[in-house]
Nanobody, 119 residues
């Protein structure tokens, strides 16, 4: 079993920055794809970014491309999401997830961390 714990959320003004962290325990996740997702009030959860096990490949939603950067430190079993130039529409609960065991689906999720961007 793997546990994921997000941290780093908070309240920030538009144009500001935050860095989210996702710490994994229970298993080493260095070989597995990791992703960040978010869910705004009244909306469905949406994909934000993903990173390969080695960290050599990343992919972003168009809405965050150029502003957000996903990275990982496999020695620390941690994934990060650096968020710059935040906009009010980035307000959401942010979740990290992994495709544990090589699954084609994201099958382990954290509890989420709230990000609120004020205008």
């Amino acid at each position: 079993q793997v546990q994921l714990v997000e941290s780093g959320g908070g309240l920030v003004q538009a144009g500001g920055s935050l860095r989210l962290s996702c710490a994994a325990s229970g298993r080493t996740l260095s070989t597995y794809v990791m992703g960040w997702f978010r869910q705004a009030p009244g909306k469905e959860r949406e994909f934000v970014a993903t990173i390969s096990g080695s960290g050599g490949s990343t992919f972003y939603a168009n809405s965050v491309k150029g502003r957000f950067t996903i990275s990982r430190d496999n020695a620390r079993n941690t994934v990060y999401l650096q968020m710059n130039n935040l906009k009010p529409e980035d307000t959401a609960v942010y979740y990290c997830a992994t495709r544990f065991g090589g699954s084609n689906d994201y099958n382990a999720w954290g509890q989420g961390t709230q990000v609120t961007v004020s205008s």
